[in-house]
Every structure is written in structure tokens, then in C-alpha cells.
């Protein structure tokens, strides 16, 4: 993290505290974004940003799978077979408001909301992976029903 961004974020008391310590992020272009768009350099707008790109990503995954079955026509059938869930139900996936997140002591944890807890397996089976090499590259931690991952 840069130093910049670290002080203006983290530049109070003697005790510290990092959530971004293993983050490989741009930090950079973060603050800049953060900056033309008038946002206040705060751990809890940096963590919007850095996931709101991973929300990006989901949802580029789902409108990839979506365009791939969209036109067949046993589109249900293809999904659960190559997605292990329903067309239906990959349709229901909204990275971009199902996910929520929150700083707790010190560490940033990712979740889906109360409302999307029964989606949980469908994100699971679709994205998984993704969220897997998304918590190894920021050090979030994403936390499934209780369970961390």
C-alpha cells in the first residue's frame, strides 16, 4: 500500500491497523478514481472500490454464461449439466447487490446479504473459484454461512 493512501486511511493512534497488508491492488488508481469522483479516502471507500471491480467481474462471468445458453433450447438442461444450476436460477445471481461487506477487527469480510443467504450454493457452484483467487489476491475473507473460505 502506498504511503499516501495508508496515512490518510490509517494515520491515527499508535496501534494501526492494515486490512489491505496482502491486498495486490492499484492503489494508485484507486485514490485517483477515489479523488476524481470526490470520494473521502477511507478504508471503508477503498474496500467499495476494490470490490466493486470484483462485482464487475462476477457479473461478466454471469452475462458470459447467459449469452452462451440464452439461445439454446434446452438452455435449463445445459446449465445444470456445465454450471450445476438452472438457467432460472443463474439469472438470479446479482454479485452487485447480494454481496455486502464489512471491516471487523482489522480484516475485511465479504458475505451475501440476508436476503441472498439462499442463493449461497448457486454463487458457490458458479463462482467459487472466482471468490477463492479474489480472497488469496486482496486477503479478504469471505465468509459462507458461517464458515470462512
Request: glycine share 6%; net charge negative.
Amino acid at each position: 500500500m502506498n504511503k499516501e493512501l495508508y496515512d490518510a486511511v490509517f494515520g491515527y493512534g499508535d496501534s494501526k491497523i492494515d486490512p489491505f497488508a496482502t491486498t495486490e491492488a492499484d492503489f494508485d488508481a484507486i485514490v485517483k478514481d477515489m479523488r476524481l469522483g470526490g470520494y473521502e479516502i477511507t478504508a471503508l471507500n477503498v474496500v467499495e472500490f476494490i470490490l466493486l471491480t470484483e462485482c464487475d467481474e462476477l457479473s461478466n462471468i454471469k452475462a458470459a454464461i447467459i449469452d452462451e445458453a440464452k439461445d439454446l433450447p434446452n438452455r435449463e438442461d445445459y446449465c445444470k449439466e456445465n454450471y450445476g444450476i438452472s438457467f432460472k436460477e443463474l439469472f438470479a445471481l446479482e454479485p452487485k447487490t447480494d454481496i455486502e461487506w464489512d471491516i471487523k477487527s482489522g480484516s475485511v469480510i465479504i458475505f451475501l446479504s440476508g436476503e441472498a443467504q439462499f442463493k449461497e450454493d448457486a454463487y458457490m457452484k458458479v463462482f467459487g473459484n472466482a471468490l477463492q483467487e479474489f480472497c488469496k489476491k486482496t486477503g479478504f475473507t469471505y465468509v459462507k454461512l458461517g464458515e470462512t473460505m
